[in-house]
């Protein structure tokens, strides 16, 4: 499989998954306080939402790199 429809069908799944979910959310470690050899660290969950016209952008891109793709091979 050529990189341009690889990068194509992986930029129209993310779009896919930007669109369905809306976006993600991940847990940040941090640390509060260190006291000698005691440490305190603190769990913080952040989001990232992803726009609408990110998803959109991408699955435009990503068919279009297939098209392209496809036209060379």
Avoid: C, H
Wanted: glycine share 16%.
């Amino acid at each position: 499989m050529q990189a341009t429809k690889l990068v194509g069908i992986l930029l129209i799944i993310a779009g896919t998954l930007g669109l369905v979910y809306g976006g993600f959310s991940y847990t940040e470690e941090s640390t509060a306080a260190k006291i000698g050899t005691l440490e305190i660290t603190v769990d913080q969950e952040k989001d990232v939402n992803v726009p609408m016209w990110a998803g959109v952008g991408a699955i435009v891109a990503g068919a279009l790199l297939l098209l392209a793709g496809g036209r060379r091979g």
